[in-house]
């Protein structure tokens, strides 16, 4: 079908088109590809829906959807394909996707927002309304570390890097992007500015990419070592970044948010084009490992892709 957006590239040597557009989910809170990019799982309102590319089912959940992950190949697990979702009245709740049957519950005790598997280890990590990180035996599904509260307000994202097991990185709405080594209880480092306020934290090659939800200063790419800002990524129009992510492979990074609801496609630090005037703020987005198709999800409801292509 033809979209309703408007479709602008900057880099005439590429294209964006439309590949998919699926109007009638609820409200997409979050999105994420699996590690082979095979799978889509996308969270909303008591739902998390799953897209493959011959069909699309639904998962009934208790409470609204704020984070989903994918349990990674490095945890030796035999089951394939479990997501693990955190739920806004602090419910984290593990999914096998093929049969549709929630594996285990655990209540926590805060409103959460975001969760992530740790990539090495038998791990995940949440943070959510208080502000506090805590860390999960994935196997027991019980609390190992509750690390010191550094983080004066809500945390938005919490994300565990390939590079190095024990780093954790979290930011959210007291403008400070934490990283935190999970044999520690404190912060080893702080990085000064990011306001965070939907999953717009990744990391790749020694760089931090933080997305912000603010006019000016956006998009931002951060050095792991010193903390000290890199470069910020210029957007051709403004946009208030909920979410944000590096491709696997080559140098792309995307990134959506409101303002002009929008997503942007950005390679080598420069955009090259973006697709934008959807009808509600974009909250997630994600790439496949060869960054050749971009999905969003929309406040509408709607979960879109794009295929970039040269």
């Not at 979050?30 to 590690?35: K, N, P």
Request: charge should be negative; proline fraction near 3%; hydrophobic fraction near 35%.
């Amino acid at each position: 079908m033809d979209s309703p957006y408007t479709i602008a590239v900057q880099n005439q040597e590429y294209k964006i088109s439309l590949k998919t557009f699926i109007s009638d989910l609820p409200a997409i809170q979050c999105v994420r590809y699996d590690e082979d990019s095979n799978f889509i799982a996308a969270g909303g309102n008591g739902k998390i829906i799953v897209v493959t590319s011959a069909k699309m089912h639904t998962i009934n959940c208790e409470d609204s959807i704020t984070s989903v992950c994918w349990k990674p190949r490095s945890s030796g697990s035999k089951t394939k394909n479990v997501i693990l979702a955190c739920e806004s009245e602090g419910a984290i709740s593990q999914w096998h996707t093929t049969s549709r049957k929630c594996l285990h519950r655990l209540q926590t005790p805060c409103e959460l927002y975001s969760i992530d598997y740790h990539k090495h280890f038998p791990l995940f990590v949440s943070g959510g309304k208080d502000g506090i990180i805590r860390l999960y035996d994935d196997i027991t599904k019980t609390l190992i570390n509750e690390f010191e509260q550094i983080h004066t307000s809500r945390v938005f994202c919490v994300k565990s890097i390939t590079e190095d097991p024990n780093v954790l990185l979290s930011g959210g709405w007291d403008s400070t992007l934490q990283i935190w080594d999970i044999r520690e209880k404190a912060a080893v480092r702080t990085l000064l500015g990011p306001h965070i306020c939907g999953e717009a934290i990744d990391y790749k090659n020694g760089e931090v990419l933080a997305g912000s939800w603010r006019e000016k200063h956006a998009l931002q790419i951060f050095s792991m070592q010193t903390g000290t800002l890199i470069r910020d990524v210029n957007l051709y129009t403004h946009s208030w970044i909920y979410s944000t992510r590096f491709a696997d492979e080559g140098n792309w990074i995307v990134a959506c948010g409101s303002n002009n609801n929008q997503i942007a496609v950005i390679e080598n630090y420069e955009q090259i084009g973006n697709v934008q005037n959807f009808p509600q703020p974009l909250f997630s987005c994600d790439i496949t490992k060869s960054h050749k198709t971009v999905v969003v999800g929309c406040g509408d409801g709607s979960l879109s892709l794009f295929n970039i292509q040269l």
